[in-house]
């Protein structure tokens, strides 16, 4: 088997990624260049293929724990993102996310994505405003900071002034985004096919299923606008929820203007202890907006990872606000399978097990409905059956929870695959959370599960109120048509 691994990794090698050798060691930017992406990439798949086959003890002379094979994996996944760019920075983003889900190798090496994006040339920024909008810079902004407040994998923002002294953040895409999204996809999915063919439980086909999805919607940002629109219109009653305006007459598919905010990341806790901001309002607030948006909406921010999460006191009323930003990813679920998982939910809060394992079951998790609720809830089996809302988080029960990610990788994967999609994307959301809690110190805080419990019976009881409604109205239907005939 060894043997195989190594002529299969080699030849790859050789075949696949020689052009991108080649090119990558040159002083060129030929990034854009598929075969130099695909080369790279086929090259990296091959040293992981060559890791894969030490952690069994396959080859001789060689041996290495699972953790040191995970750290080198990650850091040879890291520098692939970062080489290729784009997309494969954004689902390295995603894989960084899931705390409780992957290895702790993979996701605190990966985590550096979110701060390490390339950024686009100030000429290359000009050409897409050029193109998308029609004028000059000078023709649109009084002042235009060409150093970027920020950069993401998909686009970086800039600072400007409007001719009316309106200050604007101006999100512009990265210009090579588009065309080689499609392309990069196509790559990751030939070579998770590859992987998986040799390593059965390695089976994280959800990965490229999920971006092929959400891809299309992350680079049109006129669809992030509305989104942004939707969720301040439907969020409005919370007072404490600040979403940038849009300004629609500066914005296409490739360029989002809205209203300038400033603040410090929600895991900033010095800046929060700068401007008196309590921390327990912040993460109890937080815990709110997202109670709300998945339990009674359905319809769920999905990225909220701290630089897209801002706090800061209001400049009018003083008193604390949090800023949602970036709203191209969005989960929109379906009533059933919102309606589960609010019991699912119920279940954990109050230890009923049969709800528990019933609910997981409604969910796809089949047998495998103990590791789902320990994946969900990032709790050890006995907190799940105690109750999780009874039972503080100790280190100890962190560490066993992030242990278990790499031992239970194969029965993790398998759950993944099973579970609808909607469910994968909301995981990632609870993990993104759940870092912004831990930082604060502020998980398993009894005010959470009594808002999530508060939004859980408001759904349901909504539900069963439709539900009543609709089935009062059919017996009504029913009764006209009897003393009609």
């Not at 691994?5 to 854009?32: E, H």
């Not at 809205?258 to 309590?278: A, L, P, R, S």
């Not at 079951?361 to 047998?367: M, P, Q, S, V, W």
Request: proline content about 3%; glycine content about 4%.
């Amino acid at each position: 088997m060894a043997a195989r691994l190594l002529k299969l990794s080699s030849l790859a090698t050789a075949v696949f990624a020689s052009s991108g050798f080649y090119f990558y060691n040159k002083q060129l930017d030929l990034s854009d260049l598929s075969v130099v992406r695909f080369g790279r990439a086929a090259a990296t798949v091959s040293s992981l293929i060559q890791l894969k086959a030490v952690a069994r003890g396959d080859v001789d002379g060689f041996f290495f724990c699972r953790g040191q094979v995970h750290r080198r994996s990650a850091e040879r996944l890291r520098d692939l993102c970062c080489a290729n760019r784009g997309t494969f920075i954004k689902v390295g983003q995603h894989l960084g996310a899931l705390d409780y889900l992957l290895p702790e190798e993979y996701t605190s090496t990966l985590k550096v994505l979110h701060s390490s994006a390339p950024q686009s040339s100030m000429e290359e920024i000009q050409q897409v405003i050029r193109e998308d909008l029609g004028k000059e810079l000078s023709d649109l902004f009084v002042s235009f900071e060409e150093k970027p407040q920020g950069a993401a994998s998909l686009a970086q923002v800039h600072k400007a002034v409007l001719h009316d002294g309106r200050t604007v953040a101006l999100k512009i895409q990265h210009p090579k985004v588009q065309t080689q999204s499609s392309k990069d996809i196509m790559v990751m999915e030939v070579l998770l096919k590859a992987i998986h063919w040799l390593f059965p439980d390695f089976a994280f086909m959800w990965l490229v299923e999920e971006a092929k999805k959400n891809m299309p919607l992350e680079l049109d940002f006129l669809n992030e606008g509305h989104n942004a629109e939707k969720v301040a219109s439907m969020l409005a009653h919370f007072p404490f929820l600040k979403v940038p305006m849009i300004h629609w007459d500066l914005s296409t598919k490739r360029i989002l203007t809205m209203e300038f905010i400033e603040g410090g990341q929600v895991n900033d806790k010095n800046y929060m202890k700068e401007h008196d901001i309590n921390v327990n309002e912040i993460s109890e607030n937080l815990g709110k907006l997202y109670s709300e948006m998945i339990f009674v909406h359905g319809f769920v921010h999905c990225d909220p990872h701290p630089g897209n999460v801002l706090v800061r006191k209001c400049p009018q009323s003083k008193k604390m606000e949090i800023v949602l930003l970036d709203h191209g990813l969005y989960q929109a679920l379906q009533p059933d399978f919102r309606l589960n998982y609010c019991r699912l939910w119920m279940s954990l809060i109050k230890g009923d097990m049969s709800g528990v394992e019933r609910y997981s079951r409604r969910l796809g998790a089949g047998d495998l409905y103990p590791l789902f609720a320990c994946v969900l809830t990032a709790r050890s089996w006995d907190a799940v059956n105690a109750g999780i809302s009874s039972v503080p988080v100790t280190h100890a029960e962190d560490v066993e929870i992030r242990t278990n990610a790499a031992l239970y990788l194969p029965q993790i994967s398998d759950l993944l695959n099973r579970v609808p999609r909607q469910m994968l994307l909301l995981l990632k959301t609870n993990d993104l959370l759940r870092g912004i809690e831990t930082t604060l110190q502020t998980r398993a805080a009894s005010s959470s599960f009594i808002n999530m419990s508060r939004c859980c019976i408001r759904a349901m009881a909504r539900s069963e109120a439709m539900n009543s409604l609709l089935s009062t109205s059919l017996k009504k239907r029913l009764f006209y048509l009897r003393i009609s005939s």
